[in-house]
């Protein structure tokens, strides 16, 4: 049998435990191959339940991890959140940007009129 098989009997198992209707003997005959290390490992999760106690939190722990929880959660949000505006949003690292635009711009327009003139004016003869 493959680990992962196992590990699928094993849950099911785990799950029945809980459940308390767990059967042994229907996973013995399923797998009479593995009937030896399934055995011990079906007993071995039997006695394990045995010994562990279900634990339930009580009311007031549950309130104070609320309210430890919502506390971190608000600290958290509180210091991720800027005090001050970013340095790219201030409006004249905005204004030098739309001017270096215009900039940009317009001389993108002289050297195509520049360009176009030139043209049409033609060569120059050399004398």
Do not use: N
């Not at 098989?5 to 059967?23: I, K, P, T, Y």
């Not at 940007?97 to 176009?116: D, H």
Request: glycine share 4%; hydrophobic share 45%; charged share 25%.
């Amino acid at each position: 049998m493959d680990e992962r098989m196992l590990a699928e009997v094993l849950a099911a198992h785990a799950d029945q435990l809980v459940r308390g209707e767990a059967r042994e003997a229907e996973y013995l005959a399923l797998f009479p191959d593995y009937r030896k290390e399934l055995a011990l490992l079906l007993e071995l999760a039997r006695r394990v339940k045995d010994t562990l106690a279900l634990v339930q939190p009580s009311e007031a722990f549950r309130r104070r991890l609320h309210q430890e929880l919502s506390t971190t959660g608000r600290r958290r949000l509180t210091a991720s959140l800027p005090s001050e505006r970013p340095r790219w949003r201030q409006p004249w690292v905005i204004g030098a940007a739309a001017l270096g635009s215009a900039i940009s711009l317009a001389s993108a327009v002289g050297v195509v009129a520049y360009l176009r003139r030139s043209k049409a004016a033609g060569p120059a003869t050399a004398v």
